[in-house]
C-alpha cells in the first residue's frame, strides 16, 4: 500500500523557520517526481513546489520563491520542504504528493497524498 | 484574472449529471493543456479522479468509476468534468488543475452540492 506520511507542523510565530518532511513507502520513491501542495484553512489548494526523482529540477509557485527550499533522500524515502522566513499567510495543511510522470520526471497527475501537517503561523 | 475559474457552487439531483467547468484565462488555450480534475471531501486529502486533453489523449485514475469523464469547450475555453448517474457520496469539492509555465496551477474549486 502507497503512504506519504506528512511531519513537522506546528504553531510558529511569523518570521521564523520551520522543516516539513514527508516519509514515502509502498513504492520505488526515486522513481518519481514528488510535490507539496498547501490548503489554508476553507481554501482551495495551491501546489507549492516539485521536485524530480534525482533532485536535478525543482520549481516553486511565485508566492514562495526565494524563502522555500524543497529536498529529497532517496536513501531515506523521504521528502522536505524547509520554510524560512513565515508568514500568516502560509498557515495550511501542506499536502505531500506523488507525481506519475514517467522516467522520475514530474509535470503530470498528483496520483497519491497523504494526510497532511498543519502549519499555523501567528504571534 | 486568475489563471483557471470554477464556479464556486453546483447544485443536482441524484441520478442526474452534472458538468463541472474549469475556464481557462482568456489568452490560454484550452486545447494546448491537460486539464486534472481532483475529489476533496470534508476532513480528506484531494484524491485524483482523470485528466483530458483530447478523445485520443485521456485517462481516468486508477479505481476511478466510469461514470468521471473529461471533455472540453474550445467555444468557451473550458474543461469540463461531467459525472453522470449522481450519488451522495459525489457530494465534495472538485478541483481542476493545468501546467502553466512550468508550474501546476489549481482552480478555485467548485462545491457540488447533491440534493
Known amino acids: 500500500e502507497i503512504q506519504l506520511v506528512e511531519s513537522g507542523g506546528g504553531l510558529v510565530q511569523p518570521g521564523m523557520s520551520l522543516r516539513l518532511s514527508c516519509a514515502a513507502s509502498?513504492?520505488?520513491?526515486?522513481?518519481?517526481?514528488m510535490h507539496w501542495v498547501r490548503q489554508a484553512p476553507g481554501k482551495g489548494l495551491e501546489w507549492v513546489s516539485g521536485i524530480n526523482w534525482n533532485s536535478g529540477k525543482m520549481a516553486y509557485a511565485d508566492s514562495v520563491k526565494g524563502r522555500i527550499t524543497m529536498s529529497r533522500d532517496n536513501a531515506k524515502k523521504s521528502l522536505y520542504l524547509q520554510i524560512n522566513s513565515l508568514r500568516p499567510e502560509d498557515s495550511g495543511l501542506y499536502y505531500c504528493?506523488?507525481?506519475?510522470?514517467?522516467?522520475?520526471?514530474?509535470?503530470?497527475?498528483?496520483?497519491?497524498w497523504g494526510q497532511g501537517t498543519m502549519v499555523t503561523v501567528s504571534s | 484574472q486568475a489563471v483557471l475559474t470554477q464556479p464556486a457552487s453546483l447544485s443536482a439531483s441524484p441520478g442526474a449529471s452534472a458538468s463541472l467547468t474549469c475556464t481557462l484565462r482568456s489568452g490560454i488555450n484550452v486545447g494546448a493543456y491537460r486539464i486534472y480534475w481532483y475529489q476533496q471531501k470534508p476532513g480528506s486529502p484531494p484524491q485524483y479522479l482523470l485528466k483530458y486533453k483530447s478523445d485520443s489523449d485521456n485517462q481516468l485514475g486508477s479505481g476511478v468509476p466510469s461514470r468521471f469523464s473529461g471533455s472540453k469547450d474550445a467555444s468557451a475555453n473550458a474543461g469540463i468534468l461531467l459525472i453522470s448517474g449522481l450519488q451522495s457520496e459525489d457530494e465534495a469539492d472538485y478541483y481542476c488543475?493545468?501546467?502553466?509555465?512550468?508550474?501546476?496551477?489549481f482552480g478555485g474549486g467548485t462545491k457540488l452540492t447533491v440534493l
Open positions: 509502498g513504492f520505488i520513491f526515486d522513481n518519481y517526481g
Open positions: 504528493t506523488k507525481d506519475t510522470h514517467d522516467y522520475g520526471d514530474y509535470g503530470d497527475a498528483f496520483d497519491m
Open positions: 488543475m493545468i501546467w502553466h509555465n512550468s508550474a501546476s496551477v
